[in-house]
């Protein structure tokens, strides 16, 4: 005898006590929830929480697996709200949108917006929400499941393109002989780069013009022709745009120029950046051409039957007797004789 009184009931040694249920629960149905998934969870049991919006197990032949969102929506994204059920801040502690194991044969595997801003509407579904959580983690205001595939590029959610990054800037350049080697990559507002898939062709044109600095670069003001690039690519490895293009002049007053690189058809600066690049001089064997038209330069290598002393001398003609050329030099065939040029 403790001299201790107890009352009520006895619990199995193995049964722990819970908070606000005490004992008063079923192991084995505690070790099934523990299998669920979240919104098998709030189906099976509605009082913990309600899915305002289920969209499983959906397939699209190009974009948007489970919703496919056709344009911006700037009232609601004022608002801070989110475009799936106008979803806000203050409704969010109960609340799970179930999007999930859906597949895409383009872009967005389970989602899908036609716009390049999503700010609001991506930091509200990256909110935690007071839902119960079986295993590790956080979960979010966004059930995406385990199994939602996308072809092309945002297995969860995807966008338009948000940024432009170039990821190699161009090079020193010797014009008329070099090609503009540079690496540039579209991204959408989640950061994930842009690329196709065998049934979504990527769509989006980067075009590339060559101005002199500090103009605005509009195509009379262009150096050469555009170059327009559209990556082919199916997969983020080789996606990234890559220019090889001949830059053809320089500026007399000025020996650089500016790159641009833009979205065609979009006149947000995060999709306009530019970079400068100088002009190296003419090399061995070159000679330096001028052009009145619109004050530029270029280099042009010299014929085989021809030979070079400086660049702003010219290529000239080989001397038919007496001596050879090979695009570079002259040289005497008699032995000890020598040529002035």
Known sequence: ????????????????????????????????????????????????????????????????????????????????????????????????????????????GGIFVECGEMGACLSTMAKPVGLPITGNGTQRLIHFGEHSTAEAYGIEIAGLPSSLEITSPPRNYTPGQSHLDSRFSLRDPLGQVLHGSELWANPHVVEISVCRVGVHCRAADALQPPILLRSHATDDETSLLSAMELLERCPVNDHRVEVHVRLTGQSDSSLHKSKISGCDPCGVGQEMVLHDDDQTWSCRSCQPTEYVTTPLGGCQPCPLEGASCDGRSLQPEVDGSEWSA
């Open 1 to 108: 005898d403790t001299g201790v009184e107890a009352w009520g009931p006895c619990a199995p040694k193995d049964k722990p006590r819970l908070p606000h249920v005490g004992f008063d629960y079923d192991p084995d149905e505690l070790r099934a929830i523990s299998t669920m998934d979240i919104p098998s969870v709030l189906r099976a049991y509605p009082g913990c929480g309600y899915s305002p919006l289920a969209v499983r197990r959906n397939r699209a032949a190009l974009a948007g697996g489970g919703v496919y969102k056709d344009r911006c929506d700037p009232f609601l994204e004022g608002a801070d709200r989110c475009f799936l059920g106008e979803l806000d801040n203050s409704r969010l502690q109960t609340m799970l949108v179930d999007v999930s194991d859906n597949s895409a044969g383009g872009p967005g």
